[in-house]
């Protein structure tokens, strides 16, 4: 009886290990599909309204972000174009 608790045990376990590496595969394909969609890089300028310390940042989308000079944040981009390849 105990052996054959054992190897149910056993069996379940080796279950858990493999759907665990099937998850982590789909894991790894989403991570690599979001990868070849950054492939466009913005240079986006920032201007803090507080101090007016200007600073350009690279991102894919023109998004808010914070002043590094006085740490204010939501700071809106003032411009952004193409980054240069
Ligand atoms: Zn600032």
Known sequence: ML??????EARRHALMVSECFSQLDAEDEEAFDSEEDE???LDIEYRC????HE???QW?????SQCPNCGLKNISALSWS???E
Not at 49 to 52: A, L, R, T, W
Not at 60 to 64: L, R
């Open 3 to 8: 052996f054959d608790c054992d190897e149910d």
């Open 39 to 41: 492939e466009r890089l």
């Open 49 to 52: 309204p507080d101090c007016d």
């Open 60 to 64: 894919s989308c023109a998004c808010e």
């Open 55 to 57: 600073w350009q940042e």
């Open 82 to 84: 193409d980054a240069a």
